[in-house]
């Protein structure tokens, strides 16, 4: 119990004295967690609606998969883009391994399939509301698409956060395709790892308490910016 | 408000800054967990203007590393895969930096009587005879082969150890995180041990026998099999490791009072 006292108390002082190497790794995992969430929701929101808009042979596999793909493991992610970015692999010219935008593509990877997925359920009940307004006013797919997703935004920034909530807290994949450097790919699940080995509880934990602030503070953000939850509307 | 949080997130995509010349360095586990690094990186950056990303892994993926192309040299601590790196042309040649040893650790009323053994292969005698816990390694790193050589040189095999032999397949400091909660034997570099946090009822109870040497090599990555390289980079970070400013600051590494590395590498 006093590891945890400790580690409380670490965590105040380190963030009361705004540490620069905490700010510097704090600031790197929201970089690369929401450069992450970015383009995996650019991918996985347009997706998700097309998959409960359009009816095709082989839909129900491919939900079934998408479902499936919500619990790929991220070391096995972070392995197999280790291994293409790998000078020896086929994308090592690149030079991508041990950067950021390494560990961004790897939890692309990890999120895109969830937040498709959860798109996909939310979708598919405003879509049996929509389908006979949509379909009467004769609406090309794109723009079916489109309403969908600006309609059901409230729906969809769930699933953008239950993305981020994976990225920011996986250390697998990104401990395998960054390398944990300092100063270069170090982000604060990496650190804690780090610290853990070192036998260093109290920053461990520090670092910990940390990191769910950051994701907590990042959740009230981003409902503050689009203002849901609000009074007379939603 | 939708533009706004674009704003946002492009604002800390371009946030990323370029930095000069920058070499990458893999390195053991038991090297970064020591914080000798904490002392010569700053002096590197210092005298030659060279950012050292250290890449902190066991030996075994050190070298894989190297041989794949993707750090510029590594830093290691196992002689026998060393030569094979270099025998198979993934380095050129391996330059000695610098030694510690390897220390037993284990439980503070040490059952198997390892604080009386008179040699490394006596304390395994003892504990082969015990059976108490002992925590392995596992990983294939510069320890955890170091510790096989050391069963053989006691004539017993792990291969045939009942289930108190544990391989955690994890790194120096998770390892003897492990063994404090299992309270059991482990071989750990004396480096590692005195910076460890979470020591718990663990002590050191052997140490000293020649045979738990354990020599650092720096190797460089042979630029004719992989061009992308920074040979030049790798090679000016070998003259400054082997140079005297590294000498005094390697000797000159203390935690409570303890030296923990004695530098021998010798001039071209």
């Known amino acids: 119990m006093s590891d945890i006292y400790e580690g ?19 600031l790197r995992s929201l970089q690369v967690s929401l450069t992450a969430l970015f383009i995996a929701s650019a991918i996985a929101l347009p997706f998700g609606t097309f998959l409960a808009i359009r009816r095709f042979r082989y839909r129900r596999l491919a939900i079934s998969l998408l479902n499936a793909l919500m619990g790929l493991p991220p070391v096995v992610v972070g392995l197999i883009v280790y291994i293409l970015l790998s000078r020896s692999g086929p994308f090592g010219v690149l030079g991508l391994l041990f950067t950021p935008t390494a560990m961004i593509i790897a939890q692309v990877i990890i999120i895109t399939p969830l937040i498709a997925s959860i798109t996909h359920q939310a979708m598919r009940e405003l879509w049996a509301e929509y389908h006979d307004l949509l379909i009467s006013m004769n609406t090309s797919s794109g723009q079916r698409i489109r309403t969908l997703i600006w309609d059901g935004r409230r729906n969809l920034l769930t699933a953008s956060l239950a993305g981020f909530g994976r990225a920011i807290g996986e250390v697998g994949a990104i401990m395998i395709v960054g390398g944990n450097i ?10 804690i790892a780090l610290e853990t080995g070192k036998g260093d509880f109290a920053l461990a934990l520090a670092l910990g308490f940390v990191l769910i602030a950051l994701a907590i503070g990042i959740n009230i953000c981003i409902h503050w910016l689009s203002r849901t939850e609000r009074e007379g509307r939603w | 408000m939708i533009p706004r949080i674009l704003t946002m997130l492009v604002a800390l995509v371009l946030g990323s800054a370029a930095a000069a010349e920058t070499i990458r360095l ?6 970064e967990n020591s914080g000798l690094a904490d002392v010569l990186l700053p002096a590197i950056s210092e005298d030659l203007g060279l950012e050292v990303q250290l890449l902190v892994v066991g030996t075994g993926q050190a070298l894989r590393l190297g041989e794949a192309g993707d750090v510029d040299a590594i830093l290691v601590h196992s002689r026998t895969a060393e030569e094979a790196f270099v025998a198979d042309g993934h380095g050129t040649y391996r330059r000695e930096i610098m030694y510690n040893d390897f220390v037993f650790i284990g439980p503070k009323d040490d059952p198997a009587g390892v604080a009386e053994a008179t040699s490394a292969a006596d304390v395994l005698k003892r504990i082969g005879v015990t059976q108490p816990d002992f925590v392995s390694r596992g990983d294939d790193s510069g320890t955890h082969k170091k510790e096989l050589a050391l ?10 150890f009942g289930p108190w032999y544990r391989e955690v397949g994890a790194g120096m400091g998770a390892s003897l995180n492990t063994a404090a909660g299992l309270d059991a034997y482990i071989l750990a570099d004396r480096a590692s041990w005195l910076n460890f946090g979470n020591k718990a009822n663990l002590a050191l109870l052997y140490a000293g026998d020649a045979a738990l040497f354990n020599q650092y ?25 082997t140079g005297p400013r590294a000498a005094q600051l390697i000797n000159g590494y203390a935690i409570n009072g303890e030296t923990l590395f004695v530098f021998n590498a010798k001039p071209e």
Request: proline share 6%; aromatic share 8%.
């Open chain 2, 26 to 31: 893999a390195v053991t586990t038991s090297f």
């Open chain 1, 182 to 191: 300092d100063n270069a790919t170090r982000v604060l699940t990496t650190a």
């Open chain 1, 8 to 26: 409380l108390v670490s965590a105040f002082w380190l963030v009361v004295t705004l540490d620069p190497d905490l700010v510097q790794i704090s």
């Open chain 2, 151 to 160: 069963w053989q040189a006691a004539d017993l095999s792990p291969e045939r």
């Open chain 2, 217 to 241: 090599a720096y190797l460089a990555v042979n630029p004719e099999r992989h061009p992308h390289v920074r040979n030049d980079l790798a090679v000016k970070l070998e003259e400054w490791l």
